[in-house]
């Protein structure tokens, strides 16, 4: 009994907040990159947590995959990542994946773009945006916090948002 309480408690906990990912991964991927660059480590912000997580709200409520309009007001950089949480089975079955760590997921994968790279200045023909602005972002030295949170669809969908300050990937500049 006193262990189904606890593991009750447990589950509240991390329902009533949302996210049962750990932050410390997705930080560590971002800042063990910073540190190959000789960059300052970004600090874990939860206020850019809350706004990344009422956004990714959005997304998941809507099913749509598309960055804010509101980040030049806020001042925010932002990174998006998708996948699925399930999928539907030959059979009509839902196949719920294995508990999946998608903030330290998104954080790869953003990583994953420093290969299509070449250092050069935002919006330099050399690289293609689309293929290597996530990475940018992670890695822009101005850029100090970050937070990360993620939010589920009714069709299976999970919508990672990232958001930094300050923003970065401005045209024309070095990310570092």
Excluded: C
């Excluded at 706004?51 to 997304?59: N, P, R, V």
């Amino acid at each position: 009994m006193k262990n189904l309480l606890f593991t009750l408690a447990l589950l509240v906990s991390i329902s009533s907040f949302g996210q049962v990912d750990n932050k410390g991964e997705a930080l560590e991927v971002h800042n063990f990159e910073r540190e190959s660059l000789n960059l300052q480590p970004l600090k874990w912000s939860n206020k850019l947590e809350r706004d990344a997580k009422k956004y990714a709200d959005y997304l998941a409520s809507k099913d749509v995959f598309r960055h804010s309009k509101n980040l030049g007001k806020l001042k925010q950089g932002e990174n998006l990542y998708s996948t699925m949480y399930y999928v539907i089975n030959d059979n009509g079955e839902k196949y719920f994946f294995d508990v999946t760590n998608y903030i330290l997921d998104a954080s790869v994968a953003w990583l994953d773009e420093k290969k299509d790279y070449t250092y050069a200045k935002i919006g330099d023909r050399i690289n293609t945006f689309s293929k290597i602005g996530h990475y940018t972002q992670m890695i822009w030295s101005r850029t100090e916090e970050v937070g990360i949170a993620y939010s589920k669809s009714k069709s299976g969908n999970v919508y990672v948002v990232a958001r930094y300050f300050p923003q970065g990937n401005w045209t024309g500049e070095y990310p570092y």
